[in-house]
């Protein structure tokens, strides 16, 4: 087990330092890989970037928890990013390389015709968001070993946060996204050998669902809060949200913008969304499952589901490959937050057009020390932070992207009050318990994107 979870994660590492061989050493080779993305290979990157800890830890024990009602995330998270995506991806891609700029934030300010004031707001939010975004992902990854290894988790956070480091010190957003092809392999091995093993031990699907009818309410479509048609029909709705909220998130963003010819965007599109439905599928069934060969929910925390059943079920071997599968889903998000942070620090509150390349890997070696230190304090559950993290990046930047494709432009300071009117609603939402009837960060989008609207200047930019 060990020695193929060692073998896994040394060949991960070996991509990315090798990367080293391609890279330049200038800001927009670090940051962006000099534009220089094939389609598939940004497609791939981007779904396992997407596709973190929070699926093989957070996303598998909540639907252990919810059982069948956890779909919604699914079809609305998937289905949201798809529509959002036919309509901004294409212009964000050309707006980099019309603004001449090598980070998320940058290319926003540029885009707005705010530079200065508005860039660096939003590589400050960014950088707040994403550190502890990143934590997650390192707690994803110790979790794994706790439960499989029975290793402290600080152990786990460790190995993680050190083989990030070595390969993105040297390569920069390009380890990141050559490792994410090696890594998006491992995840999907990992995912599609639980299912196939998983459903052989229940005894097939429909001795599966015979199962699953026992357990109460875990074959219901909607929540038990859930009780009226308006509310079976907004609460689905309301998760196309979360997918739309794809647009907010700078790590995967970033893959959009480092492709090669905004020409190729569609195909990039199409090995994303193929990859990415699959494997959420295939994560889903596996949290379906886990219920059924772990049906003792007291005594264990329902977010070590997978690597149990992994451990129960598998050769050793092949347990040690999908421990690092979940290694790789962590890794392949942790990574692109890190660089993200370093560009927010060094290309965007600092401004230092002139920053050396040890300048900058210094900055990426800074954020990742909070992001781990952050990781030692904050470990739970990686479910919640991260969908948090997630809305509360997607109520942040969402609202301004769709303003600025509409070809109109808007004010720092209504920004700045869209911004605020987003946050007081998620507080209320939140405190109110709103969000168990519909996704948190549904309303506080509408109100800040609604805002926006009224506020914009119709000029072309």
């Not at 050998?193 to 031990?201: D, H, K, N, Q, T």
Request: with cysteine.
């Amino acid at each position: 087990m060990i020695i193929s979870f060692l073998i896994c994660l040394s060949i991960i590492a070996f991509i990315g330092i090798s990367s080293y061989k391609y890279s330049k050493p200038n800001a927009k080779d670090y940051y962006l890989a000099s534009q220089s993305l094939n389609p598939w290979l940004a497609g791939l990157s981007a779904m396992a970037t997407n596709n973190s800890g929070y699926m093989f830890i957070g996303l598998i024990g909540f639907t252990y928890t919810v059982g069948l009602s956890s779909i919604w995330l699914m079809v609305g998270w998937i289905l949201g990013d798809f529509l959002i995506s036919k309509f901004i991806h294409q212009k964000i891609n050309e707006q980099t390389k019309k603004t001449k700029k090598h980070t998320y934030a940058s290319v926003l300010g540029a885009w707005s015709n705010q530079k200065d004031n508005l860039t660096k707001f939003i590589a400050l939010v960014s950088l707040i968001f994403l550190i502890v975004y990143a934590s997650a992902q390192f707690v994803s990854g110790g979790k794994t070993l706790v439960a499989i290894f029975n290793w402290e988790l600080t152990t786990g956070i460790f190995i993680g946060s050190m083989i990030v480091l070595a390969y993105t010190l040297v390569g920069g957003i390009r380890a990141s996204i050559w490792t994410d092809a090696m890594q998006a392999f491992i995840m999907i091995f990992s995912m599609l050998s639980l299912v196939v093993i998983g459903l052989i031990a229940v005894g097939g699907l429909f001795s599966a669902i015979n199962q699953w009818n026992e357990i109460p309410g875990f074959l219901e479509w909607y929540p038990s809060s859930i009780n009226n048609t308006f509310e079976k029909i907004i609460y689905p709705l309301s998760w196309l949200i979360a997918g739309i909220f794809i647009i907010g998130q700078p790590h995967i963003m970033v893959r959009f913008m480092a492709l090669k010819k905004s020409s190729l965007i569609n195909k990039a599109r199409f090995h994303y969304y193929f990859w990415y439905t699959f494997f959420y599928f295939l994560a889903f069934s596996v949290g379906m499952l886990s219920r059924i060969l772990i049906n003792n929910y007291s005594g264990f925390d329902p977010e070590l589901a997978l690597p149990l059943i992994a451990v129960d079920l598998l050769n050793p071997f092949v347990v040690g490959i999908v421990i690092a599968g979940i290694f790789a889903a962590t890794m392949s998000t942790a990574d692109s937050l890190i660089i993200n942070c370093s560009g927010n620090i060094s290309q965007d509150l600092l401004n230092k057009k002139k920053l050396s390349s040890f300048q900058i890997k210094m900055m990426t070696l800074l954020v990742a020390l909070a992001s781990i230190l952050i990781s030692l304090f904050n470990n739970d559950s990686v479910f919640l932070i991260v969908v948090y993290a997630w809305t509360l990046l997607g109520i942040s930047f969402a609202p301004l992207i769709i303003v600025l494709a509409s070809e109109c432009t808007i004010s720092f300071k209504d920004f700045l009050i869209g911004l605020l009117i987003g946050y007081l609603t998620l507080y209320v939402v939140n405190h109110y318990s709103i969000n168990n009837l519909i996704y948190s960060g549904f309303i506080p989008f509408c109100t800040n994107l609604f805002y926006l609207w009224l506020k914009r200047t119709q000029i072309k930019i």
